[in-house]
């Protein structure tokens, strides 16, 4: 809900749907908003700037639970394998405009601060969508 109330605007404008599984909206955290509520805005908006940027034909973003853990995942273009690798590294952009290289730094830094974790998803079971898909691991999280 609290993404969808974020992008509102970029939903409707851009005709991008952000949608979550019933297991992503049924799982729970006793965690500081603070800590995770950037990291969703932070995926989300780089899904949508990728999706904008190539101009996907039926643009999604979705919000899914495998293996209990939180899968945030686009239908866009997908990331180059030559760059995975350094997805989190400060300063690595692929923008060509408004990229400053610390959004996923600031994903993976936030989320350590609370013993938690963020991947860039290689494993076919947490490939959602076809473009980029991001495991992200909540030490303490209910999924029942």
């Not at 995770?36 to 643009?59: A, E, G, K, M, Q």
């Amino acid at each position: 809900n609290y993404l969808q109330g974020f992008f509102d605007a970029v939903m409707r404008n851009r005709k991008i749907k952000i949608y979550a599984s019933d297991a992503f909206k049924r799982f729970s955290i006793n965690e500081q908003p603070s800590r995770l509520l950037p990291v969703f805005i932070n995926l989300v908006n780089n899904s949508v700037y990728w999706l904008v940027t190539s101009h996907t034909r039926d643009p999604e973003v979705f919000l899914s639970v495998e293996d209990q853990k939180i899968i945030v995942s686009d239908n866009g273009p997908g990331i180059d394998p030559v760059d995975q690798e350094s997805l989190f590294k400060m300063f690595f952009t692929r923008k060509s405009s408004g990229g400053r290289g610390i959004g996923l730094y600031l994903c993976r830094i936030n989320l350590m601060a609370g013993g938690h974790s963020i991947h860039f998803a290689t494993d076919r079971k947490f490939r959602k969508l076809d473009g980029a898909n991001f495991v992200i691991e909540l030490k303490g999280a209910n999924f029942d």
